[in-house]
């Protein structure tokens, strides 16, 4: 019975262990994103959305990394729209090895104006790594 319980208790560590690496490496991942908004990098920005990404906003829905970006490249087609982005992360809850939801708050600062609201993702760990599949920003 000591052998079963200390094999529960490893198991149940590991997968705490595997909890917080994955939130970890998501949380970077946003830094990493703001970093390359801010440097104007939009492609380095796109790089945590998966090919399949659906993004949910005020103009309704698009799917497809491809159309995504086109969408941030209409609406931010130079670095002085661009602004500085910073993520308010709120929660990052995991649902396995594979899956996270994570919410929170954006704010971009730009000469002309500041603007902001929230954020939910929908993260995959595909055979890449952790990315986006469902960007709903409001």
């Known amino acids: 019975m000591k052998i079963g319980s200390a094999f529960i208790i490893l198991a149940f560590a590991m997968v705490g262990c595997q909890g917080r ?9 946003m830094d990493d994103q703001a970093a390359a908004w801010d440097a104007g990098d939009l492609h380095g920005f796109m790089m945590a959305y998966s ?17 995504v970006t086109a969408n941030y ?11 500085d982005l910073t993520f308010d992360i709120h929660e990052v809850l995991l649902g396995g090895a594979a899956h996270a939801w994570v919410t929170g708050n954006w704010r971009l600062e730009r ?3 500041t603007l902001g609201g929230g954020f939910s993702l929908f ?8 990315r986006i599949v469902r960007d709903h920003t409001y």
């Open 21 to 29: 690496s994955s939130e970890e490496k998501i949380r970077t991942l």
């Open 51 to 67: 090919d399949t990404v659906c993004f949910i906003g005020s103009k309704g829905r698009t799917c497809g990394r491809e159309a």
């Open 73 to 83: 490249m209409e609406a931010y087609p130079d670095r002085s729209s661009m602004g």
């Open 111 to 113: 000469i002309s104006d």
């Open 123 to 130: 993260w995959v760990n595909e055979h890449k790594g952790w």
